[in-house]
């Protein structure tokens, strides 16, 4: 089940509709069937965290990857949760992640390259998040199985070729 991209907020006691517009390579805000284009704060996966201002009340419209939620008075609508705002992705994990695509793609081809872009989406989500205190060992571990079963895969298909 897709999660919900579209909210109606009351703000003052006046119904506001906001949305958000995934496109091919950038997303928009829709606030009250205004569109407005926003930037990933990420270039290999979806980051957004835009705050809207409606009468001095400010949301934050989140996306990391597919998963989009709006928070209102500091909780997500979808999730229920508190709102805490994006960190930057650390620079080990952009390391991790393009070396986990780099890997894929020479070793096991379009297979390892889809391998190494669920992985890489995985170590941006995991090393932005506020539920880990120190996500480095799990994004390590991720990149590690990635790599491991890109080569196998791949030592496989060669096998099988040859």
């Not at 949760?81 to 070396?99: C, D, H, L, R």
């Not at 390259?113 to 090393?127: E, R, T, V």
Request: net charge positive; charged share 15%; glycine share 8%.
């Amino acid at each position: 089940m897709a999660k919900k991209s579209k909210w109606d907020v009351s703000v003052n006691g006046v119904n506001h509709e906001i949305a958000y517009k995934r496109g091919v390579f950038k997303a928009s805000k829709v606030v009250d069937g205004e569109a407005t284009k926003i930037k990933s704060k990420n270039a290999f996966i979806q980051l957004i965290d835009e705050p809207i201002t409606i009468e001095n009340k400010t949301m934050h419209l989140t996306a990391i990857g597919n998963k989009v939620d709006l928070a209102v008075d500091d909780v997500y609508l979808n999730s229920g949760k508190p709102y805490v705002p994006f960190g930057n992705i650390p620079g080990w994990a952009n390391i991790m992640a393009i070396a986990v695509i780099i890997i894929g793609w020479f070793f096991a081809g379009i297979i390892g390259l889809l391998i190494g872009l669920f992985g890489a989406m995985f170590i941006f989500s995991k090393s932005i998040s506020v539920d880990q205190k120190n996500p480095l060992p799990i994004c390590l571990v991720v990149t590690i199985l990635c790599a491991a079963f890109q080569v196998v895969f791949g030592i496989i298909i060669q096998g099988l070729l040859a």
